[in-house]
């Protein structure tokens, strides 16, 4: 178990490197570049020298690479080129908010699709169920975005409601966190609708009715436990949806956190931070991805993590 | 005599499907005094499994419903029990072992935690004192150094083994009755042998009454004092064991004894099948519903259903559903060892078979099942 575990977090380092391959690449062949000359910024080209060479970008990209990757494991992340602040800082500031972000979402998404997906199974063909798988519907079908302007226009434009602009209050996280819980929420519901449906209907399940439980024990202690496995493989997956989806939802409501950072320094073609912020959201991804393998291990018996 | 145990009355469960209402047990009924052992013995689809499941109430509702009948366990009509008393009664007075280990144990959960659960509930343990009754239970049951394999869960154990905890479970909280429904079925002939054997000294340590449920009579020859043979959800020939081996009645247990592969028998000796299908049990044949398949079916045989009766050549307390063999029917004196039947009856069924399209030519086989849900 715990050599697993070790292992598992020793591929991590190949994995970022690759990752940071192709981003690092990706980045530069974009056209343009962070200081390019514009209406904003008439300069005379030997000030643009001055400045890429400062950056180091007037290098070839490969000794760029190389560079970045030194500076890497020295733990130097570089400086932003857009705000020159170092990226660390700037990172540190949004990860607290994006963090939130997401775990306020996971835990919404959880509460709601978990209850749905077993009432759903439980009382299969009923109006409760047709309605679950409704929300569900709505929730994989239409992108967050649409939600999102949708909701900013009813609850926030129109009926004032909501504030939509910024962070803070609670009331600011009302529909950020919303928005980013339904499309895993709706994912999960449907997950489990299937898996408890069939749970339910498992000869060992009618071993416990025979054994003389309640309908509430036949559930939770026999076919519940059952109907999660699944579930809990989709987890991992869904939290690199929510880490996704919130470079979106955080810029539409312009939500102080790493997501919108990633977005404007994809715009501003700000290098240090594409690469880190990126190498950030990989690293979660991955631990997201170990901690359910671990987790599938605790809960299914049949499975012995090695 | 002893006190009744159990008095099925003309049970009827049905399960009302798509393509109509599936009479699985169609008036059903028999009795069983404590400590009895019986057997109920017919091919798959007969109604079995069906009426085990009705004796606990445990048939899913929908699609199935038990629709008439009385089931009186212990002076009480179970049918008239409201949910809680039901539950009362199953795992604690009526125990059932399931045909296949494999799937009947919950994967998830220990083997010393689905057998403690029973006796926590219906005995009021806690939870020390189930751990050491359930290393007891399965001692009995023959698993070995039960104390360590306590914790394991049943993917650890082999078939034979989950069967035997299986019967562990059914023992834990000493039911007055144990439903066994096929419980060898899925298991290898020598692993079969010795399930048997456990059942019937346990059964009669404990004085246990037992409805052994199976397909095949070789499993019952040994095991019980009477039994009943099943056909199209009706019960078509009851009898003492010993009786029903040497004096069967009905052309049906006569299908089913012949296609019982025997030691004696020469080697190249072919077994006979019982030629045809199962009846539909949706629309069942109006007159016997083993008619269609009868070798020494007449015109009557076609027209009306026959009542259980008694034989005029046999014990008092042996009945069966057939025209023939009652008083006054052609069959009377017939040795079903020498005498087939008519051939030429036999060319027709298989004939009538072959014609069917293939897709009627699955129906009956398997009991009703609930439809597969659109699982998404």
């Known amino acids: 178990m715990l050599r697993y575990v070790i292992r598992r977090l020793l591929l991590i380092i190949p994995t970022m490197f690759f990752v940071a391959l192709i981003t690092f690449s990706l980045a530069h062949l974009a056209p343009g570049s962070p200081f390019d000359r514009n209406e904003n910024r008439p300069l005379p080209q030997e000030q643009l020298d001055k400045i890429n060479r400062y950056y180091g970008i007037d290098q070839p990209i490969p000794v760029q690479f190389v560079d970045y990757i030194g500076n890497l494991l020295r733990g130097d992340l570089g400086l932003s080129f857009t705000r020159g602040r170092p990226v660390v800082d700037l990172i540190g500031q949004g990860i607290g908010t994006t963090a939130q972000l997401g775990v306020q979402a996971l835990i919404v998404a959880l509460a709601f699709s978990i209850p749905l997906g077993i009432v759903s199974a439980l009382k299969q063909n009923t109006p409760l169920d047709y309605l679950s798988l409704l929300i569900a519907t709505i929730g994989t079908t239409i992108p967050s975005f649409v939600t999102a302007i949708f909701l900013i226009y009813v609850l926030g434009a129109s009926l004032h409601l909501l504030p939509f602009v910024g962070w803070g209050t609670w009331q600011h996280m009302v529909m950020p966190t919303f928005v980013l819980a339904l499309a895993p929420g709706a994912f999960l519901t449907r997950i489990t609708r299937a898996s408890m449906l069939e749970a339910i209907r498992q000869d060992y399940v009618r071993t416990a009715r025979a054994k003389g439980l309640r309908e509430q024990s036949v559930i939770v202690g026999h076919a519940l436990k059952n109907a999660l496995i699944p579930v809990a493989t989709i987890i991992g997956p869904a939290t690199a949806g929510l880490i996704t989806g919130s470079f979106i939802i955080e810029s539409l409501f312009n939500v102080p956190g790493i997501g919108r950072l990633y977005v404007i320094s994809i715009n501003q073609r700000d290098y240090p931070m594409i690469m880190s912020t990126t190498l950030l959201y990989a690293f979660v991804i991955m631990i997201a991805n170990i901690t359910v393998d671990i987790v599938y291990g605790a809960l299914d018996p049949r499975i012995k993590v090695s | ?376």
């Not at chain 2, 009744?4 to 009355?9: A, I, T």
């Not at chain 2, 399965?138 to 039960?146: E, F, R």
């Not at chain 2, 006979?272 to 519903?289: F, T």
């Not at chain 2, 039947?341 to 897709?359: F, S, W, Y």
């Open chain 2, 1 to 376: 005599m002893a006190q009744q145990l159990l008095d099925v009355k003309d049970l009827h469960t049905q399960f009302f499907t798509r393509d109509g209402v599936v009479h699985a047990v169609d008036g059903v009924t028999f009795h069983l005094e404590a400590g009895e052992t019986l057997g109920l013995v017919g091919e798959s689809g007969c109604g079995k499994s069906v009426t085990a499941l009705s004796l606990m109430r445990l048939i899913p509702q929908p699609p199935g419903r038990i629709t008439e009948g009385s089931i009186v366990f212990d002076g009480q009509d179970v049918l008239k029990m409201d949910d809680d008393e039901v539950r009362g009664i199953r795992g604690n007075n009526i125990a059932m072992i399931f045909q296949d280990p494999m799937t009947s144990l919950n994967p998830v959960l220990t083997i010393s935690r689905q057998i403690s659960e029973a006796l926590e509930l219906h005995l009021k343990m806690d939870k020390s004192e189930a751990r050491k009754r359930t290393i007891e239970l399965l001692d009995l049951v023959g698993i070995p150094s039960a104390k360590k394999r306590l914790d394991d869960y049943p993917h650890q154990f082999s078939g034979g083994m989950r069967q035997r905890v299986m019967i562990a479970m059914a023992l834990s909280c000493n039911p007055k009755l144990i439903l066994a429904d096929e419980p060898t079925t899925a298991l290898d002939v020598t692993i079969q042998a010795q399930i048997l054997d456990l059942l019937k000294n346990l059964a009669r340590e404990f004085r246990t009454a037992f409805i052994l449920i199976t397909h095949d009579l070789g499993v019952v020859a040994g095991m019980t004092q009477r039994i009943h043979v099943m056909y199209g959800g009706k019960i078509v020939e009851k009898a003492d064991t010993a009786e029903l081996f040497a004096n069967p009645k009905m052309p049906y247990t006569w299908g089913l004894l012949r296609s019982i592969p025997r030691l004696d028998e020469h080697r190249k000796a072919k077994l006979v099948p019982i030629e045809g299908l199962p009846p539909d049990l949706i629309a069942p044949p109006p007159g016997c519903r083993f008619e269609p398949r009868c070798q020494y079916r007449r015109d009557v045989c076609k027209e009306k259903e026959p009542e259980l009766k008694r034989i005029p050549n046999a014990k008092p307390d042996h009945e069966a559903r057939c025209w023939g063999t009652q008083e006054g029917g052609w069959l009377v004196d017939t040795d079903w060892h020498r005498e087939i039947g008519d051939t030429r009856v036999i060319e027709e069924i298989k004939k009538e078979v072959a014609d069917l399209p293939a897709e009627t030519k699955k129906d009956g086989e398997e009991p009703p099942l609930p439809p597969p849900s659109p699982v998404n």
